[in-house]
């Protein structure tokens, strides 16, 4: 099984601040690899999708990147509703696996 | 509007049954994968399983953690997707969510690589004596 390792776990930012959120595979997935933004008491949402794709109605500050092993998931400038639990996933494979997430806290 | 509504949620005890479904509407249900993602209380997500498209047959794939207990299935004429969870464990208890899958425009022909696009509410499974 392919494991995905988010760092860091908990994140503390302030409003306006550049947010980077990394996610390590235990072996290549090339560019199968989405990212998603989850709010308490509500379901995942789909940000980023093939490593470095904006699903659409999703705001442009959010931006992934990365192939192989070593991806990124940068908030170009925090905004209030982006306080929320963050995962990457793989899709190369079976089993799909998820990160452990990460949690952007307000600072 | 593409939406998932998931039912079937409740109290069940060790060693019990339980079945999900998940009503889908706004898009070519056989066209999709579809998926069951699970969470427990204060974890991460969890991939539970998957069954392909009409192209690919309505094939299944599990975790290995629910793999012989747990069923995917789907009701096309209903538009209807749907979990049986049977020998249900106390850490069986999480949230539920139906997902749709979308085929990535990077793959080639013949290549499925499909992410999560759409989630539903989610419907929450206690198992518990």
């Known amino acids: 099984d392919i494991q995905m390792t988010q760092s860091p776990s908990t994140l503390s930012a302030s409003v306006g601040d550049r947010v980077i959120i990394t996610c390590r595979a235990s072996?290549?997935?090339?560019?199968?690899l989405a990212w998603y933004q989850q709010k308490p008491g509500k379901a995942p949402k789909l940000l980023i999708y093939?490593?470095?794709s904006l699903e659409s109605g999703v705001p442009s500050r959010f931006s992934g990147s990365g192939s192989g092993t070593d991806f990124t998931l940068t908030i170009g400038s925090l905004q209030p509703d982006d306080f929320a639990t963050y995962y990457c996933?793989?899709?190369?494979?079976?089993?799909?696996?998820f990160g452990g997430g990460t949690k952007v806290e307000i600072k | 509007e593409v939406q998932l509504v998931e039912s079937g949620g409740g109290l069940v005890q060790p060693g019990g049954s339980l079945r999900l479904s998940c009503a889908a509407s706004?898009?070519?249900?056989?066209?999709?994968?579809m998926d069951w993602v699970r969470q427990a209380p204060g974890k991460g997500l969890e991939w539970v399983g998957r069954?392909?498209?009409?192209?690919?047959?309505?094939?299944?794939e599990y975790a290995a953690s629910v793999k012989g207990r747990f069923t995917v299935s789907r009701d096309v004429s209903k538009n209807s997707l749907y979990l049986q969870m049977n020998s249900l464990k106390t850490e069986d208890t999480a949230v539920y969510y139906c997902?749709?899958?979308?085929?990535?425009?990077?793959?080639?022909?013949?290549?499925?690589?499909?992410?999560?696009?759409?989630w539903g509410k989610g419907t929450t499974v206690t198992v518990s004596s």
């Open positions: 093939d490593a470095s």
């Open positions: 997902v749709r899958c979308t085929v990535s425009p990077l793959a080639r022909t013949g290549q499925y690589f499909s992410y999560m696009d759409v």
């Open positions: 706004g898009f070519t249900f056989t066209d999709h994968y």
């Open positions: 069954t392909r498209n009409k192209a690919n047959s309505y094939t299944t």
């Open positions: 072996q290549s997935i090339s560019s199968w």
């Open positions: 996933q793989h899709y190369i494979n079976y089993p799909l696996t």
